[in-house]
């Protein structure tokens, strides 16, 4: 079965400070794509970043870098020298098999892990 | 404006009340996609749509019927309004499968007395 576990409910830090989500996933498939979206305060759902699972490069786009390991199934997402802007809840995705194989296009989401920035 | 957007953005009904939460988008995207946002659930996928009159089950159907008669609207009915269907439901959609991103709609928070 296809699964995505973000195992940390809540983390606070203090502004300036570096923090990592985790992300953990489960699949069968060898062609998947993942996932991080933002969720701030106002309540939408902002897209972050894809990932394939050829590409196990690492990525990095101003103070947030992504760390995709295929032998940990982690794809891990680190905000560098936090902001209180960064206060969120953020969701790890997977893209979903489909019952005859191949994706059906829908994403399966981890619970989310609410950060809090403090100034 | 371009995107997708849903309405309305609050909603209060009765127990047993049929309601309906709209969805519409002006990209053309093959896709769409009902989800809702529990408290220690994330999301989870209600329906879905490939395409005009194309719709399937997600994970949490039951209670909800979809429609897709165009390609730009998507309609979420909750036949008769549980209080269990107390939630945010969000809609999306996608350009095409498995490396498209989706792109939300603002959510509804819906409220079922």
């Known amino acids: 079965a296809q699964k995505v576990t973000q195992a940390q409910t809540e983390i606070s830090v203090v502004e300036k400070e570096d923090v990592t989500l985790d992300c953990v996933y489960e699949?069968?498939?060898?062609?998947?794509?993942l996932f991080w979206y933002k969720q701030p305060p106002s309540g939408e759902l902002v897209f972050l970043i894809r990932r394939n699972s050829f590409d196990e490069q690492n990525e990095i786009s101003g103070r947030y870098s992504w760390n995709f390991q295929k032998s940990t199934s982690s794809f891990n997402f680190t905000i560098t020298a936090s902001q209180v802007v960064d206060s969120a809840v953020y969701f790890c995705?997977?893209?979903?098999?489909?019952?005859?194989?191949?994706?059906?296009?829908?994403?399966?989401f981890g619970k989310g892990t609410k950060l809090s920035v403090k100034p | 404006d371009a995107g997708i957007t849903q309405s309305p953005r609050y909603k209060i009904t009765e127990t047993g009340r049929q309601v309906t939460l709209m969805c519409h988008q002006t990209?053309?995207?093959?896709?769409m996609f009902w989800y809702r946002q529990d408290l220690g659930h994330g999301l989870r996928l209600i329906y879905y749509s490939a395409a005009a009159d194309i719709t399937d089950k997600g994970e949490v159907p039951d209670g909800y019927v979809v429609s897709r008669s165009k390609t730009e609207n998507f309609p979420l009915t909750l036949e008769s309004a549980t209080r269990s269907q107390t939630s945010v439901y969000f809609c999306a959609s996608s350009e095409k499968k498995a490396d498209s991103p989706l792109h939300f709609g603002n959510g509804t928070r819906l409220t079922v007395t």
């Open positions: 699949t069968r498939d060898t062609t998947y794509y």
């Open positions: 990209w053309s995207h093959s896709y």
């Open positions: 995705a997977l893209s979903e098999r489909g019952n005859y194989g191949g994706s059906q296009g829908n994403l399966i």
